[in-house]
T-cell receptor
Framework: GAGVSQSPRYKVAKRGQDVALRCDPISGHVSLFWYQQALGQGPEFLTYFQNEAQLDKSGLPSDRFFAERPEGSVSTLKIQRTQQEDSAVYLC????????????FGPGTRLLVL | DQQVKQNSPSLSVQEGRISILNCDYTNSMFDYFLWYKKYPAEGPTFLISISSIKDKNEDGRFTVFLNKSAKHLSLHIVPSQPGDSAVYFCAASSENRDDKIIFGKGTRLHILP
């Protein structure tokens, strides 16, 4: 069956540009997560949805970051007025039920802000 | 303040020998632990997990050991194979399954021919 997919796989943005990253979770998975992974680091939690409800957004680094999952399936992570420090791999994951269960990751979107 | 620590950034092991990857945690509320494997340009892939009611879980060549009193877990791979070369992330979450998973920084494993 299809796994988690993300698009685009690579994104180059000029500083100040807005970007939108898409995640298609595994069909039927209730929970969806966004992570930021900087070079040489582990995935850092950004935000978590259970169906369409955003239950935890404590990891979003600033109000320039916004995520939504309006129909409880596909999710979009939007970064406004990108900065160089936003350059990272953005990983999306989904799990069948809760946040602490095994999560299945997509391939990530590598964002480079120039 | 890292709650999940992988103190070895990299590890090299001869093919056929045992690979041991270590992980320490600080939060005593953690009771579910996972290992993920990551190849370059791919997302992490779930490998094996263990609940705190057990001290060992085995799946083929992979075994995870949990020492709750020491807040330490380890992943053993035996025998190591070239395809095992990857970055391994240790991760942990707490009992109610609604707390997010916290990841370590990862250990890069090189399997030498």
């Amino acid at each position: 069956g299809a796994g988690v997919s993300q698009s685009p796989r690579y994104k180059v943005a000029k500083r100040g540009q807005d970007v939108a990253l898409r995640c298609d979770p595994i069909s039927g998975h209730v929970s969806l997560f966004w992570y930021q992974q900087a070079l040489g680091q582990g995935p850092e939690f950004l935000t978590y949805f259970q169906n369409e409800a955003q239950l935890d957004k404590s990891g979003l680094p600033s109000d320039r970051f916004f995520a939504e999952r309006p129909e409880g399936s596909v999710s979009t992570l939007k970064i406004q007025r990108t900065q160089q420090e936003d350059s990272a791999v953005y990983l999306c994951a989904s799990s069948l039920q809760g946040a602490g269960e095994t999560q299945y990751f997509g391939p990530g979107t590598r964002l480079l802000v120039l | 303040d890292q709650q999940v620590k992988q103190n070895s950034p990299s590890l090299s092991v001869q093919e056929g020998r045992i690979s041991i990857l270590n992980c320490d945690y600080t939060n005593s509320m953690f009771d579910y632990f996972l290992w993920y494997k990551k190849y370059p340009a791919e997302g992490p892939t779930f490998l094996i997990s263990i609940s705190s009611i057990k001290d060992k879980n085995e799946d083929g060549r992979f075994t995870v050991f949990l020492n709750k009193s020491a807040k330490h877990l380890s992943l053993h791979i035996v025998p190591s194979q070239p395809g095992d070369s990857a970055v391994y992330f240790c991760a942990a979450s707490s009992e109610n399954r609604d707390d997010k998973i916290i990841f370590g920084k990862g250990t890069r494993l090189h399997i030498l021919p």
